[in-house]
């Protein structure tokens, strides 16, 4: 079992920057890859960026490349995701999981979840 919390989601206006933490408790943490995902209501849930076990390996969507970065730090079991020039419609909820296997960018793929931080950016 792995047990994520996320942090750091708030309110933000279009243009500004937000760090988000997830921060992991249980089982070996580089045993992992970790991916970032949100969801708005409605919507299927949408790949956002992952990082490899030891974090040689970064995977990001096409509509957060170059403005977010994901990064993480296995000696705090934590992966942050850092998010610039934030647009109106990055708002959602941002949740954290963990995946033992392959195929980074699909949801189920996953095996283990947060509970989510709620990013709203006004225009």
């Known amino acids: 079992q792995v047990q994520l919390v996320e942090s750091g989601g708030e309110l933000v206006q279009a243009g500004g920057s937000l760090r988000l933490s997830c921060a992991a408790s249980?089982?070996?943490?580089?045993?992992?890859?970790i991916g970032w995902f949100r969801q708005v209501t409605g919507k299927e849930r949408e790949f956002v960026a992952a990082?490899?076990?030891?974090?040689?390996?970064?995977y990001y969507a096409d509509s957060v490349k170059g403005r977010f970065t994901i990064s993480r730090d296995n000696a705090k079991s934590t992966v942050y995701l850092q998010m610039n020039s934030l647009k109106p419609e990055d708002t959602a909820v941002y949740c954290c999981?963990?995946?033992?296997?392959?195929?980074?960018?699909?949801?189920?793929?996953?095996?283990?979840w947060g509970q989510g931080t709620q990013v709203t950016v006004s225009s």
């Open positions: 249980g089982r070996t943490f580089s045993d992992y890859t």
């Open positions: 999981a963990a995946n033992a296997g392959s195929g980074v960018y699909y949801y189920k793929n996953y095996d283990y």
């Open positions: 990082i490899s076990r030891i974090g040689g390996s970064r």
